[in-house]
């Protein structure tokens, strides 16, 4: 065995029947066996026991206890004998709780929550499974049960006892998730095409209706990566003796008459494809490539003898992907969608056939593929190095959407960052469209940005099936999201590389009680805030209402650029236009301004935004053939100086690339370029200036450069928010008579206090709050 399975041995303490392994200062595994075997293969939780050489101290036979282990951070008492509460506890040395602080050995630990199998048929919040993070500052993981990885092949156990982990991070969420990565493997690194737009609809489409569907979408403007084909790509209609058509290998040729010309048209326009599996029938003897498998696996033709679905079979397991899948890819099928629905495992001594799909579907995917990915459901822990999640078929309600933000946000507490939601919601329901345009709203703000709806003749996600006004927004936030992707891929390399998550609760960054009580709000990378809208607008102010905290410090919004002082919780209001999304004082947010471009090709042209009021350094990662440029954007709003040094050993990067600085909420400014970078800058305005790459490092300063006055910006989102409002006029005139005529804000406020209608003074409260 490898140090890297078993831990340092100078970690290892044993004693009969136990042994104990101390991986971090915060993190030691806990082993008891009457027979003395331990297991020292990885398992499908746990790839890696070599964590370093954390200081601790060993006592043994000391105030009655046969051991003591003590680090900075836990003291663990053993007590001999096999584990259980009486004879093995822990204390945390941290003061989250009065009375909170010891586990004793297998008991439950109440914790922030993780994240659950699926969201079939949920209609709002389901129940999550316990996570990581823990506002006692505890957790644990048993591992006695999971199955063990040889040779990338998963087996049972021969180790039979207890297999735990006890995390004692206290409120350091960052570095408890990161040494999880560290212990269970780091998520994979996505292929850049799946931060786009996907398109996925359960529709019996046509060759010709799927192709025609993607050029009116280009007509439109709005951008896809990824055409998902759902179940009726193959044959559903087969004779009644081989049963079900639920799965299927073969294309249904009456509707794609020529799928290799699909695939390879797709292609040429920019699309990725991937096609739905529902894999439990196994091979039958209807399907094309039954007669290959069939000669592999020496089955009866004569009696059309099934290949049955067992993936613990070698054999088996060769012809699904040898046989059947890959013939598929080579005709042009870039990866798939597993649609696993038929149970877990039904004994010990079996593998829940979700993870042996995952498991081996993305093996294949990055053997064939260098970037591997797949789409489907989550399998338990571990499951994070199989992206991308899919969270099944919720109901289209306010409820549904209600719960994703949250579910989304908290699955990072247990490594689980790449989850892909129904967007708009997947069935039933009733025909809402501001409910739509909210739903596809967050989508963009999410991980994975997946469109998808049943079968149901009325319910197809097109922007053009909703009111022109809808239509047309939908579509500028479809293109938002592929403006987005350098942003998003940057992030996606963190994940991988660094474990710091897209997406990641307010609690992560902040130990106040608002940043766990409004569960809803997230960091989206590193610069973005974003409090997704999730209910109904209120409809006589024509607004949608968030209630919502802002961490101390400036916050510019996204849309408007209107800046917010924080350390507040606040009601914020919107109209469809717009989404509450901010960015932190300092941010820089890279994107690409021409979102109908190929998101394989590294843009030629990046729109950096920068806002004012604090320094910042942000490294944008870009990657490609197993090369990766980083570019790093230095921002010093102390001496108005922006810097860019280029990194690209691989040579990836478009030459000449142009770098589109914008500077937002700041006055008219002179820009003064370095001598050195004279000859790759140049300026345009006094807000955008472009620079080439022919330079590996630039930069320029600013002068007269300040926080811009917002009092008219502000006037003029009071007056429009009065204007929508659908209330009586002469209340109208006078809220603007007295807003005119205030000489203090206070004034004013104590004006709005006295209105009857508290939703219109919380909403005016807002703007006036800006000032």
């Known amino acids: 065995m490898t140090d890297q399975q078993l831990g340092q041995p100078e970690n290892i303490i044993t004693g009969q029947y136990y042994r ?14 009457v027979n003395e075997h331990f297991e020292d293969h990885l398992t499908q939780i746990v790839q890696n026991r070599n964590l370093g050489e954390p200081e601790f101290e060993v006592f043994r036979h000391r105030n009655q206890h046969e051991l003591e282990i003590v680090t900075d951070y836990f003291h663990l008492y053993y007590e001999g004998g096999p584990l259980s509460p009486d004879t093995l506890y822990i204390d945390t040395k941290y003061g989250y709780s009065s009375y909170n602080n010891r586990w004793n050995f297998g008991q439950p630990v109440e914790t922030l929550k993780g994240t659950v199998r699926t969201l079939d048929r949920a209609d709002g919040a389901v129940p999550l499974e316990e996570g990581l993070m823990s506002r006692n500052g505890y957790s644990v993981i048993n591992d006695s ?45 996505l292929p850049r095409y799946a931060l786009g737009n996907w398109w996925s609809r359960y529709h019996a489409y046509t060759q010709a209706e799927y192709q025609e569907l993607f050029e009116n979408f280009n007509r439109a403007g709005v951008p896809f990566s990824i055409a998902v084909l759902d179940i009726d790509w193959h044959l559903t209609r087969v004779p009644h003796r081989f049963g079900s058509g639920w799965t299927g290998y073969t294309w249904n040729r009456k509707l794609f008459p020529q799928p290799e010309k699909l695939l390879t048209w797709l292609h040429e326009h920019g699309k990725k494809v991937t096609l739905n599996l529902h894999p439990a ?141 129904d967007i708009g919601g997947h069935m039933h329901g009733i025909r809402d469209d501001e409910l739509a345009l909210r739903w596809l709203q967050f989508g963009v703000f999410s991980p994975i940005m997946r469109l998808h709806s049943s079968g149901n003749l009325f319910g197809g996600k097109e922007p053009q099936n909703y009111n022109q006004e809808i239509a047309e927004i939908m579509r500028r936030f479809l293109r938002l999201r592929h403006e987005l992707i350098p942003y998003l891929d940057s992030a996606n390399f963190a994940t991988h590389t660094f474990g710091i998550p897209l997406v990641r609760p307010m609690y992560y960054h ?48 996204f849309f408007t650029g209107l800046r917010y002082e924080g350390n507040v919780t606040l009601n914020v209001f919107r109209d469809n236009h717009r989404y509450p999304v901010f960015v932190r004082a300092g941010g820089i947010v890279p994107m690409n301004p021409h979102p109908l471009d190929d998101v394989m090709r590294l843009p030629q042209t990046l729109a950096v935004k920068i806002y004012p009021g604090a320094d910042n350094k942000y490294r944008m990662y870009e990657h490609q053939d197993e090369h990766t440029a980083v570019t790093t954007f230095v921002w010093s709003w102390q001496h108005r100086r922006f810097t860019i040094k280029v990194d690209d ?34 300026t345009h305005s006094n807000r955008i200036i472009f620079v080439q790459n022919n330079c590996a490092e630039f930069g320029a300063t600013f002068s007269q ?67």
């Open 20 to 33: 104990f392994t101390v991986l971090t200062s915060r993190m030691v595994r806990l082993e008891y066996s």
């Open 510 to 557: 902040h130990d106040e009680p608002a940043a766990y009580e409004l569960r809803n709000q997230a960091m989206f990378g590193s610069e973005l805030l974003v409090a997704p809208i999730v209910k109904p607008k209120i409809k006589r102010l024509d607004q949608s209402k968030v209630t919502m905290w802002f961490p101390e410090g400036q916050w510019f919004d």
């Open 649 to 682: 050993p691989g040579n990836i990067l478009p030459s000449k690339r142009v770098f589109q600085l914008n500077f937002i909420g700041v006055t008219p400014f002179k820009t003064h370029v370095d001598a050195a970078a004279k000859k790759c800058v140049t």
């Open 145 to 189: 049960h999971s199955f063990i990885i040889e040779n990338d092949l998963l087996r049972p156990r021969t180790a039979a006892g207890d297999d735990w982990y006890y995390l004692a991070y206290g409120h350091d969420f960052f570095s408890c998730l990161q040494d999880y990565y560290r212990l269970t493997g780091f998520p994979p690194l």
């Open 705 to 771: 450069m300040e926080l811009v006055a917002q009092r008219d910006q502000i006037v003029e989102r009071l007056f429009d928010k009065l204007r929508r409002a659908q209330i009586d006029f002469d209340t109208k005139e006078l809220i603007w008579e007295k807003f005119l005529a205030a000489e203090t804000k206070i004034q004013f406020i104590s004006f709005l206090n006295t209105l009857t209608d508290q939703e219109l003074a919380t909403l005016l409260y807002e703007i006036v709050y800006l000032l």
């Open 281 to 421: 029938d196994g091979i039958r003897a209807f399907e094309e490539w039954y007669p290959t498998v069939a000669k592999r696996l020496q089955l009866d033709t004569a009696a059309e003898e099934p290949a049955l679905f067992n993936l613990r079979d070698e054999n088996f397991r060769k012809s699904y992907f040898e046989d059947v899948h890959h013939p598929l890819e080579k005709m042009g099928v870039d990866f798939w969608w597993i649609d696993w629905q038929q149970g877990t495992n039904f004994t010990e001594q079996q593998v829940d056939p979700l993870w042996l799909l995952n498991h081996y579907h993305f093996k294949d995917s990055r053997e064939r593929h260098d970037e591997g990915l797949i789409l489907s459901r989550y399998a338990g822990l571990g499951s994070h190095r199989y992206p991308v999640g899919f969270s099944g078929d919720t109901i289209v309600t306010w409820n549904s959407l209600a719960f994703q933000p949250h579910f989304t946000a908290t699955a990072t507490n247990i490594g689980y960052t790449w989850w892909s939601h």
